[in-house]
């Protein structure tokens, strides 16, 4: 029997790509947003009157990113965008109610997939690749 690959930075891009194209597919469907839109209307949930420089740091993505990832949630109604009080540069955000329930109407494919991912890698194992993805998406090389 051979080894499985080990050619880990090729696997890691192939099971996300894998992996946010289903998952983006179902959350359209359930929630008419993606999971790079989840992801930051989830971040403005947890950081109310966040400010684009700060979601961009957050979502671990350039600032142009999450201008035009912004530029699309504020056009659906799923964000508004203030001016900061202190820092006339800046904006916050904020979820609108629509936002919010994009976030409702998304949970139950969120949990779903998680529950599919819990059944293929079992809760230990489930539990491992957490906490390695997590060590991962903070590691500086």
């Not at 029997?1 to 359209?28: G, K």
């Not at 142009?64 to 800046?90: C, D, G, M, Y």
Request: charged letters at 25%.
């Amino acid at each position: 029997m051979s080894e499985p690959d080990q050619r880990l930075y090729f696997l890691l891009q192939r099971a996300a790509h894998r992996l946010r194209t289903t998952q983006d597919r179902r959350c359209l469907a359930a929630a008419g947003v993606t999971t790079a839109q989840l992801g930051a209307l989830f971040a403005v949930k947890d950081q109310p009157s966040i400010t684009q420089q700060e979601l961009a740091r957050t979502l671990g993505l350039r600032e142009s990113a999450v201008t035009a990832l912004v530029a699309r949630l504020t056009a659906a109604r799923l964000l508004t965008k203030e001016p900061h009080p202190l820092q006339h540069r800046a904006v916050v955000l904020e979820l609108t109610d629509a936002g919010a329930e994009a976030l409702r109407a998304a949970q139950p494919e969120i949990d779903r997939f998680n529950a599919e991912l819990r059944a293929l890698l079992g809760d230990e194992g489930f539990v491992r690749t957490a906490g390695a993805l997590h060590r991962l998406a903070h590691w500086e090389a």
